[in-house]
């Protein structure tokens, strides 16, 4: 069965940036065609969808990380490109994958912004 693994979380400051990836774990895998989204959650609050790209490569975006975050991808991973960070987007980001009617999810990897 296909897993995922994200990486690129840490600790940055106030109008940093940090690029998150997401790869399969175990089997090989194309992130080609495929609908990949990230999501965060943040503690105390639900989870959130913060960006999506569909199996024909259209995009969309939360309104509170427009201009700021980019959701790309090649074959062998998919990544969120986030600038200019602030304290709220502080959360345990996930990838999720849609693979033939199913919905895969990450472990989550830890975004803190603070000075």
């Known amino acids: 069965q296909v897993q995922f693994v994200e990486f690129g979380g840490g600790k940055v400051q106030p109008g940093g940036s940090l690029r998150l990836s997401c790869v399969s774990s175990?089997?090989?895998?194309?992130?080609?065609?495929?609908?990949t989204a990230w999501y965060r959650q943040a503690p105390g609050k639900q989870r959130e969808l913060v960006a999506m790209?569909?199996?024909?490569?259209t995009t969309n975006y939360a309104d509170t990380v427009k201009g700021r975050f980019t959701i790309s991808r090649d074959n062998a991973k998919a990544y969120l490109t986030m600038n200019s960070l602030k304290p709220e987007d502080t959360a345990v980001y996930y990838c999720?994958?849609?693979?033939?009617?199913?919905?895969?999810w990450g472990q989550g990897t830890q975004v803190t912004v603070s000075s």
């Open positions: 175990g089997t090989a895998f194309s992130f080609y065609g495929t609908a």
């Open positions: 999720n994958v849609a693979l033939d009617g199913d919905n895969y």
């Open positions: 790209i569909s199996s024909g490569d």
